[in-house]
């Protein structure tokens, strides 16, 4: 049991960090509102398949809240953890708990929820029309997101590594 407990919190950590790097290194900053355009979705929607729902909304949650704190994005933190969390849940519950098995309809589900939510967030904290203006670019980052996590899984799991991972799943 506490090899298992060992493995997860590894596990997660790993994939917490790759979804920060995605996040913060791989970035175009976006003056309307303070935020930026990243890579980091395509990293969660990976975590949530190698981890799951919960580790991996967890490890995207994580990611992408450590990335806008060291980005000097302190009022982004809070928002960023839920909706990023939010994001991988709903894609791991619509994969784990109903007959959708569909990857990139799951993941893609999560990433109408985080286009949404960070729009209603971003109109208190910026206003009407940044928030508004700034639909396109989280729709693009959500659509690069999810291109990007279609071929990193089609290829994963011609090695049969997504295969393993849900094998060995905690």
């Known amino acids: 049991m506490q090899h298992e407990k060992t493995k ?5 950590a790993l994939m917490t960090a790759l979804i920060f790097t995605a996040t913060y ?8 509102t ?13 975590g949530v398949m190698v981890l799951g729902r919960k580790q991996g909304a967890l490890a995207g949650g994580l990611g992408g ?8 994005a302190a009022v982004w933190v809070l928002p960023t953890f839920i909706i990023k969390y939010a994001m991988g849940w709903i894609m791991g519950l619509l994969l ?26 971003k ?3 910026t206003g009407v029309v940044p928030a ?8 693009m980052q959500t659509v690069i997101g999810l291109v990007l996590f279609t ?20």
């Open 8 to 12: 997860e919190l590894a596990m997660t």
């Open 25 to 32: 290194i791989i970035k175009i900053p976006n003056p309307a």
């Open 34 to 46: 303070g935020g930026y355009t990243h890579m980091g979705d395509c990293m969660i929607f990976l």
């Open 65 to 72: 809240a450590l990335s806008d704190l060291l980005s000097g």
């Open 96 to 121: 784990e708990k109903s007959r959708l098995k569909n990857r990139l309809i799951a993941a893609g589900t999560g990433g109408v929820f985080q286009i949404i939510a960070y729009t209603l967030v």
């Open 123 to 125: 109109i208190p904290l």
């Open 132 to 139: 508004i203006a700034s639909v396109a670019r989280i729709c």
């Open 151 to 170: 071929v990193l899984s089609a290829m994963l799991s011609r090695t049969e590594m997504l295969s393993f991972f849900e094998e060995k799943r905690i």
